[in-house]
Every structure is written in C-alpha cells, then in structure tokens.
C-alpha cells in the first residue's frame, strides 16, 4: 500500500515556473513508473512526465517536453516536478500516481491533486 501527498501548486503568470512535491510512504516495486498527471475542467486525465522506479529513466508527454523536468529524491521520499516557461495551457489540477505502466489505467496509486493555474 501507498499513500501520494502533493503540494507546491499555485497561481502564477505566463512565463513563471513552479515546483511540485509528491511525498510517499509505502513500498515501491522492483519494476514501475512514478508519474505526475493533469486533469483540466472537462477534459480527461493526461499523463505529463514519468520516471522508472528501477533504472531512473524520464519520459516526458511533447507538450512539456524542454520546460519540465521530473527527479525523485529516495532520501527524502519524495518526487519532484519542476515546471518552467508555464503557459495558460498548463492550468490544471496536478495528480502523482505510481503504478507499473505509464498511463492512467496502469496508476494504482494517486495522491489528491494540487492545483496549477497559469494566467497570460
């Protein structure tokens, strides 16, 4: 069992940046993906940035691809998003999740969300 706790969303203006934090507790497998997604009002859940619980490989979804970088800090259990040169576009509600694929079927952990607004 796992518990996800995000924090570090908020309000800033186009251009700005943000940094998201995930704490968990619980175990991880020896195989998986901790993953940061976002769900905007009346869309579906998208998959932003991922990182392989085993080898620490990153992947990233091409809208944030240059301007968001995802780590994880074992020491401190804790994941990190770093978002730079935000856009109105990245307003949405901020999800970590950990699950053994990389997509929101394969999540079968989530944390509750910390909200992101981006004003132009």
């Known amino acids: 069992q796992m518990q996800l706790v995000e924090s570090g969303g908020g309000s800033v203006q186009a251009g700005g940046s943000l940094r998201l934090s995930c704490v968990w507790s619980?175990?991880?497998?020896?195989?998986?993906?901790m993953g940061w997604f976002r769900q905007a009002p009346g869309q579906e859940r998208e998959g932003v940035a991922f990182?392989?619980?085993?080898?620490?490989?990153?992947y990233y979804d091409d809208s944030v691809k240059g301007r968001f970088t995802i780590s994880q800090d074992n020491a401190k259990n804790t994941l990190y998003l770093q978002m730079n040169s935000l856009t109105p576009e990245d307003t949405a509600m901020y999800f970590c999740?950990?699950?053994?694929?990389?997509?929101?079927?394969?999540?079968?952990?989530w944390g509750q969300g910390t909200q992101v607004t981006v004003s132009s």
């Open positions: 619980g175990t991880t497998y020896g195989f998986g993906f």
């Open positions: 999740a950990y699950g053994r694929f990389r997509r929101v079927e394969g999540m079968e952990y």
């Open positions: 990182i392989s619980t085993g080898s620490y490989n990153t």
